[in-house]
Structure formats: C-alpha cells, structure tokens
C-alpha cells in the first residue's frame, strides 16, 4: 500500500472538509480479473507517472500478472462483446453515467447498450479521489476515450494477425471488424478463449472532436427507464433482509459533550436497543417510526459553550483570520498598490458579504451498513467513496480492505456530500444491533449536522482612471476561500488574498466553491466602477479584457440578450456577470424587476453564455447550465442559514427557502464549442455569473446596491 | 398500536400490519418495498413523496396511513401499464427532464394527478401547480417543457 498526496490533483484551500490523503490500495491481479469478469480483453489506464516508472520503460505491456496501483480506470470486453467499464467515479445527478458510457461507444465503436458502466464500488474500481471540482470530464472522459481507443486498435491487431491482413486495411464499426471486401468479425468472437491485457498510459494521441460521431450529439439518458419508473435505488432506498432502522440522539447545540442519558423508556419499546459510545447516543429499531419515537423517548442532557451567533459572524470571521492552520492563501501581488491608486482620477472601497447555505440534496444523507465477522459493507451516497472507506476504517480500527463502500447513483450532493459521518453512525449501530442498519438523516438534521458553503467578507479597493482603465486592485477574502480569486481583468497593480479564519459552522465544498463569492464581489465591484467613470458596464469590462475566451462569452450573452437595445424603463434593469473558473467562461446576463410598493424583486431573464472547450453532450451541457443558474438564484435571493448559539434556527425547507417553479424565470444559455480546446467540466463555473448579474440588475432597477448575499431574503431592503 | 389494515396500492390489495398513525410514506417504502416514492422533508414542503389517492395528489410523508385504508392509492410504480411507461414518464425522459432525479416521482405522480383536472394547461399553470415540489438541480423549464409534451400526448390519444 502506498500512501501519498496525489500531485496532480491540487485542492483548493477551502475544501475544508477534505483532511483525508489520498490512499492507493489496488489488490487485483490479473488471473483475479478473468476469474471476475470471463475470458476477453483488458484495457488499463494508468497514470503516466505510474508509467513511467516500470522497468521496461515501455507505455504497454503484456501478460503481466500482478497490475499496477496506480490504474485510474479499467475497461473489459467480452467473449460475447459486453463492455464493462470501471470508474471511480461517481454519478450525483451530472449524468456521467451517460456521458462517459458516450465516450467508450465513440472510441470503442460499439453500441450504448452494450456498455456496462460500474461507478463508485471500492472493491470493483480503480482509486479515485472523489467526483468533485468538474474533472470527470477533463479527465475521467479523456482517460476513457483513451483506454477504449486502445481496445479498438487491440482489437484491429487481432483480427489482422487471425486473416493475414494489413491492419491499416481493417476498420472497426458497430462492434465489428471489417475488411475492405465486407469480411467482418465481432468483437466478441474475436476474443473467444483470450485472456489479453493492454495497458496504456493516459496521454495517447486521440480522435479531435471534430471527428466524434456519437459523442457531441444528445443522448438520452442510458438508465432513464429506471429514473422515471422509480425503480432506481438510491442509497436511501437500500435494504437488506433483517435490517433495522437506526436515529440518532443529537446534542442541542454544536460542540456538545453527552452529560446523561436517561434510556430506559426507550429500551422498553418493542426491537428497540439504544447503543451508546461516548458522546455517540443512537436507537435501532424494526421501523424508522419506531426508532423516532424511541429517540424522542431519550432524555438527554448536553453541555456546551456559548457559540457566535449570525450577528456576530462578520466580526467574528475578521477578528479570527489567520487563526487558522496555514493553508496556500492564493496571495498574488503584482505591481504596487499604492502607485496604482496615486495614478488613478477615482478611488473606491467597498465591503461584501456572503452568508452560509445549505446543499439541500433533495436526497438527504443515508447510508446501509453490514457487518460480517471484521469485515465491513457500506451503501451510501457519497462524492468520495474511497474517501468515506477510509473514513470508516480509521473509526472502527481496520485495515481499508475489510472496508467496502458502494455508492449506488445518488440525489444530488453539489459538493455536500464528501464526507462519511451517516456511514459510521450506520456501521456503529449495526456493529452493536449485529444486524444490518440503515440511517437516513431527517432533512433537519442534514440542515443541521451537515457541513455549509463558508460565509465570506471581501474587502475590495481599486481605482480607475476617467477613460475606464483600472490601475489598482486590492481584494481580500476572509473565510470564504480561493477558487475564483484571481482577476482575469488586465491590471497592472494588484494584490489578491485569501485569509483563512475560525469559522463559528462546519463549512466545507459547495459547488463552485468560493468562485461565487469572489465572482460577486469583483462582477459587483466592477459595475460600480463602471457607474463611477460613467461607462456602460460591458463596454467598461472590455476595455480592461484581453482574454479572448471571456470577451467572447460576455458578448454573447449580450448579443442575445440585445444589449445594445435593452429598453431603460423604471422598475426593469439589466445586470452582467462573469468570469473564468476551472477551465469555463461564463457570462451571465439578468433581466430583473422591482416593485417599488411591495419591495417585490423579481428576475425576469437569465441568459448565460458558456463556453468549456469541446462539447460532449449538448443536451446535458445545457441542463448543467440552466441548472447551476437556478440553483443561484437561491444564494443570489434569498438562501441563508440562520443561527444562534450553537443551534440553526431554520433548519426545515419551510423555512429555507430554495428556488421553486416561481422563482425560476425565462432561463437562455448559449454554448459556444471550441473543438480546438480539450472540454472541461461544466457542472460548477456557470453558478459563479447569476448573483453579480442580478445584483447588477437590481441597481439598474431601483438604484441600490446590495452588496451582502442573499441580497433580497424579505424583499429589497429599505433604502 | 400495529393494527391489520388493507390498503389497495396500484390496484392490487396489500394487507399490511402498522400503526394506523404511521405516515403513509414510510409504510410504502418499509413494509411493502415501493420505494419510488421519497422522503424530502417531512413535512409537505418538498413533493418528493407525492402520491394519488382516490385520483388526488397527496403527501404520503404527511398522511397517516390509516386515513387511506380502503382507497385507491396510485404510486410512482403503478403508472406505467403492461410495460408501457404513462405518457409523463415518456415525456420526462425524452426531455432529459431531471439530473440527480430524485423529485421524479413526486413531480410525475403531482403532473398526473393535475392532468387530471386540466388537460391543456399553459407553462404558467404548470409552474403554479407544481410549485410545491422541489427540484434542487434546477430542471424546472424542462419538467414544464415534459409535462405539455405528456398532455398533447394523452389529448392525442383520447
């Protein structure tokens, strides 16, 4: 076993949740595989590092028999021409399932339905770090077009020696080789009897996406019969015969030690056991409503500190910044400040603010866990299976191969689902019921007990020349983090810092990470410069933008939005945002209305313009888009968790407001396909341009300027 | 206490023991393994465990299991008939209508209970009447798109 940070991955610093190493563990070897799988061909991918270090020095070998650690993915065809592929990576909603099942046709040139994707099982896939920062499709997808490119050619190789034949003469089509004369034989047939193995690095040369057939044209989703039949289990839809039900006794605040706990009520309900460990109190029992009222039944006392109350958060997340363990800060300095600001006609200073938020997967945390002597089986819905394995090792004392996670498609996560807590609580009481045991958490106790998108304060000063050129940009972050920090705008004086404080809640990954804040506060900032050199805010933007990438984005969601005519009535405003993230630019035009009388702010039009390299899939591209735009509305409008001494106060969707049909307006996105770029992820950056456009917007409607998210929880503010 | 009661599920009798205050939602998913239908929120905020009784939309999560006995109560998994899928499941995944799809259930089953009382309705009666069920992905303009599509479906046919 060899444990060591993955390089290539670098982790923003706010990914606070994420304190595990990555963990190679890979216990395959070859003869295993076949006896697993059934005689055919298996394709490696291995990380080109892990490559280059064999002795041989060579990108493929054959017929060893024990298999790298380092493999990213695997793929098996066979005797009868099934694909098997594995991935670490899991599906949460972004359909990777389809989209990456798309790559393997593509490349293998065989049908969808022969193709068997298995995701997200620790015993069965490849190490994967987790399905989290929009990398399946930079990678995961590229590395599968390769791993299935290889098989192809493998395949070609195979039906050239077997009729004598010059391999540039044969082509590979609908699961078939064929020769010039109509010769053909299936891939199945091909591989009767073989046990062959490729293994590739992860970087060969591959089809440019001009050239993609299936891939880049919608498909439908390949389990769609599933979802809407409702026969799909998710991890909260797990059983297992003889399972028990499991509820946890939580403490009434954060950071609570267990002084007492009177059980005995509980303990006389029918199947009911209460398992105590610690400050750990919980209820197993033969229905989740039983369990319920036996944990209702339980008087506990808790003994906790006072804790910093929503009041108080801003305060508290400067006065502690720096108190923190030193994490890379993405402090960047270039020019000099102060000659910036002595060169510019017009100075200007401005604070922000964003609040914690709540994921809210509509699917809540739930995890089935089954022991079996000292081996350990977890169902749960997680983006880092291997990382909750872990997890779970480390809490019940094993070794991470009597751990098995399996992570059947999950509702939803948005980054909020990296971490195993349900998964113990689930193996803790099953370990003590000796009887399988499902925990599905209460959506309030996934308001409560789960990790939040960190709350922020940027300060920003800049300024800016008449002709709307900016000479100095200062910005600092405290707490929120570093994704989406740097500027993309061409300033020659700059100084950029993020500075980690003690955050009074659990915070963690949400999707875009701090993108959203950081993109708020320069998107706003750079409309309020724009209103104070008297430019208009998307001639103002280009004037200090040379990436091509951007410019290109921010024109054309104004071009369809038909910026140059948008009609300037009072109560209506037009707002812009962007920006650059992992990969994506996106700009982010918002039509918006206010009603003076009843304070009523209303977003009438989003229209985002995307671009993330070569597209995949449009249909799901644009699903990603218009969604990541609506799930920002919630944190744009009114989205905030409430909270006071250690407790949240509005813990229940009837007082977390989340967008519905009614919040949802005329939604426009506009993908542009750079086939001459690799693709990048798309499920994140397009959320980072909607609360700056309708922040925007809304000074254009009523001529105030919300600089704090969510900007209208009660309507617009009083002046 | 548990009690016998007969409950007919998708037009089959199911005779199930229970405590007749035992949330509807909860008897479906443990006692008879009908897990199409969701747990959200708990409290009828979210939709997701939507189902028809009697032709009518209703929160299952909310619905004590006694109260239904002996009606007709129409779940995710009786929509579909002889392997044909209803109209709206057909609509909603050819129009890609979710992600995560989760609130599926809840929003087919709402959809079908509403096509019920209006066969042609316009994308803003669609949005009103589905405006207690979440999705949190954000597929919202295309379960509207799905259910008018589902509607001229079923106008077509009859």
């Known amino acids: ?719 | 206490m548990a009690k016998s009661l007969q409950l007919e599920i998708n037009g089959k009798a199911h005779q199930v023991n229970a405590d007749p205050g035992v949330p509807l939602l909860y008897v479906l998913r443990e006692n008879l393994n009908l897990t199409g239908t969701k747990y959200g929120c708990g409290e009828g905020q979210c939709g997701a465990c939507t189902v028809m009784v009697d032709g009518v939309a209703r929160r299952s999560c909310l619905t004590p299991v006694g109260s239904v006995a002996g009606k007709k109560i129409t779940t995710i998994e009786g929509l579909a008939s002889n392997g044909k899928l209803h109209p709206l499941q057909q609509a909603f995944w050819d129009a890609d209508a979710f992600q995560c799809s989760y609130c599926t259930s809840g929003m087919i089953v709402a959809a079908a209970a509403f096509l019920k009382t209006n066969a042609n309705p316009s994308e803003a009666q669609i949005a009103h009447a589905l405006n207690g069920n979440v999705c949190r992905c954000g597929t919202h303009p295309r379960i509207i798109a799905a259910v008018q599509k589902a509607a001229k479906a079923m106008r077509e046919k009859s």
């Open chain 1, 1 to 719: 076993m060899s444990e060591k940070p993955n390089p290539r991955v670098p982790i923003e610093p706010e990914r606070y949740e994420l304190s595990a190493k990555p963990f190679y563990h890979f216990a395959w070897n070859r003869r295993e595989f076949f006896q697993f799988l059934g005689a055919g061909m298996l394709v490696l991918g291995v990380m080109r590092d892990a490559a280059a270090m064999q002795e041989s020095g060579q990108a493929r070998r054959r017929g060893e028999e024990s298999l790298p650690r380092e493999v990213s993915s695997w793929l098996h065809i066979g005797e009868d021409g099934s694909v098997t592929v594995f991935t670490g990576k899991v599906e949460v909603g972004q359909d990777i399932r389809t989209s990456l099942t798309q790559a393997v046709a593509e490349e293998l040139r065989v049908s969808i339905d022969s193709i068997r994707m298995v995701m997200g099982d620790t015993q069965v896939v490849p190490f994967d770090m987790g399905t989290f920062g929009s990398r399946t499709t930079p990678t995961m997808n590229l590395q599968l077009r390769r791993v299935s490119a290889t098989a192809r050619d493998a395949l070609v190789q195979l039906a050239a020696q077997r009729w004598n034949a010059d391999a540039k003469t044969l082509s590979a089509k609908n699961g078939e080789i064929s020769d010039a004369s109509g010769h053909s034989i299936s891939y199945g047939d091909l591989l009767k009897g073989q046990q062959i193995t490729e293994m590739i690095p992860a970087e060969d040369p591959l089809e440019p996406a001009s050239e993609w057939t299936v891939a880049g044209k919608p498909l439908a989703r390949v389990n769609g019969r599933e979802l809407v039949t409702g026969e799909h289990r998710y991890p909260s839809d797990h059983a297992l015969p003889g399972m028990l039900y499991g509820k946890i006794v939580r403490p009434d605040a954060f950071n609570a030690t267990l002084v007492s706990a009177d059980t005995a009520k509980a303990e006389k309900m029918p199947g009911v056991a209460v398992v105590r460990d610690g400050d750990f109190l919980g209820v197993v029992a033969p229905t989740s409503f039983e369990a319920r009222k036996a944990a209702e039944a339980i008087q506990a006392t808790w003994k906790s500190e006072p804790q910093p109350s929503n009041k108080d958060l801003f305060e508290v997340l400067r006065k502690t910044a720096g108190a923190e363990e030193e994490r890379d800060r993405g402090t960047h300095i270039t020019g000099s400040i102060e000659q910036g600001m002595a060169a510019a006609d017009q100075r200007l200073k401005q604070t922000y603010t964003v609040q914690y938020i709540a994921h809210t997967p509509l699917e809540p945390r739930a995890a089935v866990a089954q022991w079996d002597g000292d081996k350990l089986t977890v169902w749960t819905g997680t983006q880092r299976p291997f990382g909750v394995r872990q997890e779970l090792a480390e809490a019940f004392h094993l070794k991470e191969d009597q751990v098995h996670v399996f992570m059947p498609d999950t509702g939803a996560a948005y980054g909020g689902k990296h971490t195993g807590e349900t998964a113990i609580e689930a193996a803790r009481l099953a370990r003590a019921a000796k009887r399988p045991v499902k925990v599905v958490w209460t959506r309030e106790e996934e308001f409560t007990w789960a990790y939040f998108r960190p709350a922020g304060v940027i300060d920003v000063s800049s300024g800016v020349k008449n002709d709307g050129s900016i000479t100095a940009w200062e910005f600092h972050n405290y707490n929120s983090g570093g994704a989406g920090i740097p500027t993309y705008y061409d300033i020659a004086n700059q100084h950029i810092q993020f500075h980690p404080s003690h955050s009074p809640l659990r915070q963690g990954s949400y999707r875009g990470l701090a993108a959203t804040a950081n993109h708020f506060a320069r998107e706003s900032h750079m409309d309020e410069l724009a209103h104070l050199v008297k430019m208009d805010p998307l001639e103002f933007r280009l004037k200090n933008l040379k990436n091509e990438r951007l410019r290109a984005v921010f024109q054309a969601a104004a071009e369809k939005v038909g910026w140059e005519k948008r009609k300037k009535e009072p109560g209506r405003g037009f707002g812009m945002g962007g920006g650059f993230e992992k990969a994506g630019n996106v700009a982010t035009v918002a039509e918006v209305s206010v009603d003076r009388a009843s304070r009523k702010v209303k977003i009438e039009r989003l229209v985002t313009a995307f671009e993330c390299g070569a597209i995949v899939n449009p249909e799901n591209l644009e699903s990603q888009v218009a969604g990541a735009n609506i799930m920002g509305i919630g944190g744009a409008l009114f989205e905030a968790i409430q909270f006071e001494n250690g407790k949240i106060l509005n813990p229940r969707l009837s007082q977390y407001r989340v967008p519905r049909f009614s919040d949802v307006p005329k939604i426009e996105v506009v993908l542009l396909d750079r086939k001459d770029i690799p693709s990048a992820g798309a499920g994140e950056t397009p959320i980072v341009g909607v609360a700056p456009a309708v922040g925007n917007a809304i000074f254009k409607a009523a001529g105030v300027r919300l600089r704090s998210l969510p900007m209208v929880p009660e309507g617009l503010p009083k002046a």
